[in-house]
């Protein structure tokens, strides 16, 4: 078994923009979900606040679920974002010290 790690960073950064783009997908849903799953529509559609009201804190619970998630994909993809510049920055460093050694 070898202990040689390749990382390519390349397909790290392509990881993390991944991330953000379903963030960002998840975050231009979830204006929609709200647009048509807002208070006020679940009121009309059932006709009272009281006939609504399991609705919506069933609304809200996936509303609140849906902003958490939102915000991890980004966080991770920011994340791995800056594990592909620190990498980078080691890498510089490291031919830098090689260079100085030859």
Known sequence: MSDEVRLSTEE???L???FEVRAEEL????????RRADAEALRDGF???EAARPFRELYEQA???????????AEVGGGIKETVAQVQATEE???EMI???K
Request: no cysteine; hydrophobic share 40%; charged share 25%.
């Open 12 to 14: 790290l950064h392509t």
């Open 16 to 18: 993390g923009a991944a």
């Open 27 to 34: 975050s231009r849903q979830l204006a929609a979900f709200r």
């Open 47 to 49: 006709g009272s606040d």
């Open 63 to 73: 509303e609140h679920a849906l902003v958490q998630l939102q915000q991890r994909l």
């Open 93 to 95: 460093e490291l031919d």
């Open 99 to 101: 260079r100085s050694v």
